[in-house]
Each structure stands twice: as C-alpha cells, then as structure tokens.
Nanobody, 124 residues
Framework: VQLQASGGGLAQVGGSLRLSCAAS????????MGWFRQAPGKVREFVAA????????RYSESVRGRFTISRDNAKNEMYMEMNNLEPEDTAVYYC??????????????????WGQGTQVTVSS
C-alpha cells in the first residue's frame, strides 16, 4: 500500500496550487481519503477529507471555501485544489487513507496509510 503526494511548490498570496495523491497496492475505493498538513513548529492538523464515493467532503474551518477536495476512483487518485492561498497555508501536506469508514473523518488516528508529504510555501 503506497500513497504518493505531489503538486506542492511556491505560490504567491492569493494564488493557487493543486495537490495530487496517487494510490497503489490496494482497493482505493474502500478508503476514505484525507489531507493533513504540518507547519514548522506545529502539530499536524486535519485539512480535508472525501468519502469513498466522493460524494461527501469535510473541511477544516481554516480552509473551507478556499480548498476543494476530490477523487477519481477510476484513476486511484485524490486531489485538492487550493485557491486564495494565505501565508498560514505554508506547511508540508500529507495525503492519508482511512479504511472502511462510512462518510468522512477528521480523526488522524483513523488513517492508517500516509504519503511522504509535499511542501507548500505561500509567500507575500
């Protein structure tokens, strides 16, 4: 079971980035997928999650209305479109998979598979 995150980089305040997470080695559609992030000196925090079918989504208050999470089960991929970026969005972003859950979850301990992280830096 592997997750590979990509798409991070440097963006200006107010700019946009699109993160991707490619999954392999398991039944992708069985897993709730989520994004977490960790800023320097801070604990890792929940950002967004998408249900197994992609119908239901959940966002942290800090990103709701600016970020959009989605998935393509046919491609075994998950995405997050990040718009109107703020300096506070600077962090390493991790994709993660939570097995066999109905709906979505923001609970980190429910996720048992993690990608390697991709750096997002927002500069002013």
């Amino acid at each position: 079971v592997q997750l590979q995150a990509s798409g991070g980089g440097l963006a200006q305040v107010g700019g946009s980035l699109r993160l991707s997470c490619a999954a392999s080695g398991y039944d992708f559609s069985y897993y709730v997928m989520g994004w977490f992030r960790q800023a320097p000196g801070k604990v890792r925090e929940f950002v967004a999650a998408v249900s197994r079918t992609g119908v239901n989504t959940r966002y942290s208050e800090s990103v709701r209305g600016r970020f959009t999470i989605s998935r393509d089960n046919a491609k075994n991929e998950m995405y997050m479109e990040m718009n109107n970026l703020e300096p506070e969005d600077t962090a390493v972003y991790y994709c993660a998979a939570a097995p066999g859950i109905a709906g979505t979850t923001s609970q980190e301990h429910m996720y048992n598979t993690w990608g390697q992280g991709t750096q997002v830096t927002v500069s002013s």
